[in-house]
């Protein structure tokens, strides 16, 4: 049962704008709230905010098809749509920029959610609150929420608006550089952090927390290559390892709705299968995880997006402990051969023995429902990890060796993700790898493939593609070529981001502009 019931509040609240003459058109609805009726009590302030969180139920996010940009255009996974301009935005075939499944509604999303959590950040200091700790809290939770959609514009784009108050219709959007965005997402989130509670009580589950800020905010200094900065802030959470956070023995509980919000879990959006409506912003908007429908196989979903071949080899590389192979694989992807790699698990996919229509294609498992039900939907109920503490330890063994610290204490990091219970893989020291800590540069390629090997379809390859420095040289990109080919369509300098919706940059008086080589 999901326990942060989010209220659906999906009326934008806009001032309506004066004019020198009264018209009927200047009437307002009694019955509809607006900027001047609306921000007045501590309620509204909550109502507000959980309008913010509400916007992870759009297609432009995680709840669809943000993982198309970050798992299939990444060398993870592919598409074989029959819908030509879907599958070519996964393989940097970008010809009509406004394509609204692959780039506009991206953009829209992330702008109307930024538009959201402004009003909160505006309207809720003049609002008096029975406690301040109640007030800061609203605060810090709308300043995280504005981090993570400016994070994804800053990677995607790599530009565009900084809107930091409500702005109403007429206002063009100026165009701020990269660096300008990513100086916003680390003081919203070292606000959030000085505002946010360690945990909450059990009719909170999933609200932001100080160790999902600090867990972003490491991210963002990643990215921008500040490691020690990055290794400060993970710091916080290493130390509460055993007490805040930890891993999960099971791995696979960790994308099933049996055992949400649990230690490892750091940010989970709340995803869950009450409600069946469409995604607009009626009280009965959809609330399910829609990627599911997207990534299953034919007759079961609509297969649209798949893992790609290499990583059956890369799994078997190595056996666990006991002599078997890589759990993991079987969690991550269905294929035909899982039964034979896989004799203790069960051999079915949704129920069902594999159909030789499926011929050799592999289909991603990891979110899938096939646990609990013979078909895909667009209500699927579990919760989408966005933030997970295996993630944080692996960040942390490569902030070390970037900040020069031992290669060996880097590797201990990794070794707990490779021996949680489930898994059970010798350490780096006695593997198959064990020469991957003779030198930074090898300890760096190696813990490139175990985090891919552990987060595999959880949207950050793109990220870490980004960050490493693949996708700027022809070494790197030969290197992603042998792994997925559309890579071959890649050009240096110009798919490293996507191009900013045309319409934006018609609309703005030439205040946007497009991106490079566009």
């Known amino acids: 049962m999901k326990r942060f019931k989010i209220i659906i509040w999906g009326i934008m609240i806009l001032g309506i704008a004066g004019s ?23 309620d509204d302030a909550q109502k507000g905010l959980n309008a913010v969180y509400s916007r992870f139920y759009k297609e432009g996010t995680w709840m669809r098809w943000l993982s198309f940009r970050y798992d299939l255009s990444s060398d993870e996974g592919w598409s074989t749509s029959p819908w030509n301009e879907l599958a070519d935005w996964t ?5 009509n920029y406004n394509f609204w499944e692959g780039n506009n509604v991206h953009w829209e999303d992330f702008y109307v959610s930024i538009f959201r959590a402004n009003q909160v950040l505006k309207f809720t200091p003049e609002i008096p609150f029975e406690d301040e700790t109640t007030r800061s809290r609203v605060i810090g939770q709308a ?14 784009w790599e530009k565009g608006a900084l809107v930091l108050e409500p702005k109403d219709g007429s206002y063009k959007p ?13 003081i919203d989130l070292q606000n959030a952090i000085t505002k946010l509670p360690e945990t909450w009580d059990d009719a909170n589950l ?17 990215q921008q290559h500040k490691y020690q900065e990055a290794k400060n802030e993970l710091q916080w959470l290493i130390d509460r390892e055993g007490s805040l956070y930890g891993l ?6 960790n994308f099933t709705h049996y055992n949400e919000n649990n230690k490892e879990g750091i940010f989970e959006i709340q995803f869950s299968d009450e409600n069946k409506g469409g995604t607009g912003n009626s009280a009965s908007m959809a609330t399910g995880f829609q990627r599911t429908q997207f990534y299953a196989p034919g007759g079961i979903g609509w297969q649209d997006g798949m893992a790609r071949s290499w990583f059956v080899t890369e799994y ?12 993991r694989l079987y969690y991550n992807l269905y294929y035909k051969d899982s039964p034979a790699d896989f004799p203790n698990e069960s051999p079915l996919v949704y129920g069902r023995t594999w159909d030789s229509a499926w011929g050799d294609h592999m289909y991603i498992r990891k979110y899938s429902t096939g646990y609990f039900r013979d078909r895909e939907d667009y209500f699927a109920p579990n919760n989408f990890r966005f933030l997970r503490y295996a993630d944080v330890l692996l960040m942390y063994a490569e902030c070390i060796v970037e900040t020069g610290g031992s290669i060996t204490e880097a590797a201990n990091y990794v070794n707990k993700v490779r021996q949680r219970p489930s898994v059970n893989l010798p350490t780096l020291q006695t593997s198959v790898h064990s020469a991957s800590l003779n030198s930074k540069e090898a300890f760096m390629k190696r813990l490139q493939m175990e985090r891919s090997l552990e987060l595999c379809f959880e949207g950050w390859r793109w990220a870490d593609l ?10 790197g990109i030969a290197e992603l070529k042998e792994r997925d080919a559309d890579f071959n369509n890649f050009v240096i300098g110009k798919h490293r981001r996507l191009p900013i919706p045309q319409i934006e940059v018609d609309n703005s008086d030439n205040k946007l502009t497009q991106n490079p080589k566009y």
Do not use: H
């Open 20 to 42: 020198c003459k009264k018209s009927l058109l200047d009437i307002k609805n009694p019955n509809e709230p607006t900027t001047e009726t609306f921000w007045k009590t501590e």
């Open 91 to 95: 393989r940097f075939n970008y010809v």
């Open 143 to 156: 300043e995280f929420l504005r981090a993570i959609w400016y994070f994804q514009i800053a990677i995607l």
């Open 174 to 186: 100026e165009e701020v550089s990269q660096e300008q965005i990513w100086a916003q997402i680390e």
């Open 206 to 222: 999933g609200r932001a927390t100080i160790g999902a800020a600090k867990a972003l905010l490491a991210k963002a200094y990643m």
């Open 248 to 253: 999960v023995d099971n791995y696979m509980d």
């Open 316 to 327: 078997k590389k190595e056996k666990n402990l006991d002599g078997g192979n890589d759990i």
């Open 466 to 475: 980004k960050r490493w420095g693949l996708l700027d040289s022809e070494e």
